[in-house]
Each structure stands twice: as C-alpha cells, then as structure tokens.
C-alpha cells in the first residue's frame, strides 16, 4: 500500500528548550496508520533516528532546507 497522507512533527522547539523528542517522534511513528507517513523537521540530520527506524520497516528520505534545518521523510517500506 503507498503512503498517501502525512503528518509533520517540528520537533525544533523541544530541542531548543532543551528536551530530548526521542519518545515524543517514537509516539508519533508507533501512532501512524498503514496509509501515513511522517515529515520529520530537525535543526540537524537525524542519523541515528533514521536507523532506528530504517530497522523497523521505514525508509527516510532527508532533505536539507534553506533555512539550515533538515526534513526527512519517513514512509513504511
């Protein structure tokens, strides 16, 4: 089945306050529908997220925006 939808989580502003969006992106991912992917806005390229979930089933698609922040796009292979 193609990923036909996306939801995007900025993860941006927990990172500036400080927080750690690990548990906030697996909630997120463990929350999508077969039909839906996530776009995944970072102030850098999320490596060792896109890994973790290469291992479990999604492919990423990261792309770096003008802005000096990355969008990476995950969909269920």
Do not use: Y
């Not at 039909?35 to 890994?51: H, Q, V």
């Not at 089933?57 to 969909?75: H, K, M, N, V, Y």
Request: net charge positive.
């Amino acid at each position: 089945m193609s990923t036909k939808q996306f939801r995007t989580l900025d993860v941006r502003p927990t990172l500036k306050r400080g927080g750690e969006p690990f548990s906030l992106i697996n909630t997120e991912v463990a929350s999508l529908k077969p039909n839906e992917g996530l776009i995944l806005i970072t102030p850098f390229m999320p490596s060792p997220l896109i890994e973790h979930l290469k291992s479990n089933g999604f492919e990423a698609r990261p792309q770096s925006l003008s802005d000096g922040s990355w969008q990476t796009i995950f969909t269920r292979i």
